[in-house]
């Protein structure tokens, strides 16, 4: 699924050799989460959260198929660094 994931994100950015992607499982809900560039956040997040919604009901029905619980979260970039 993390695969997956990639192609997608990667797809959407601008700079796709800075899309990462943390695997952490917990309580057997396995999380996700998306490192970008700075400048892509906006790219990913989309209108009003329209993308990542997409990008998480999209994983979520990948998860249904192998009978997972999914979390798809962004990771939060400091701006001062």
């Given at each position: 699924m993390k695969d997956t994931l990639l192609f997608i994100v990667s797809a959407i950015v601008d700079n796709p050799d800075a899309v990462s992607i943390d695997e952490q499982?917990?309580?057997g809900i396995t999380?996700?989460?998306i490192t970008v560039?700075?400048?892509d956040m906006g790219k990913v997040i989309g209108k009003e959260g329209k993308v990542i919604r997409s990008?998480?009901?999209i994983?979520?029905?990948k998860a249904?198929?192998?009978d997972k619980h999914i979390k798809v979260?962004?990771?939060?970039?400091?701006?001062?660094e």
């Open positions: 499982e917990e309580d999380n996700f989460v560039d700075p400048t990008i998480r009901n994983m979520k029905i249904m198929k192998y979260s962004l990771a939060e970039v400091n701006s001062n």
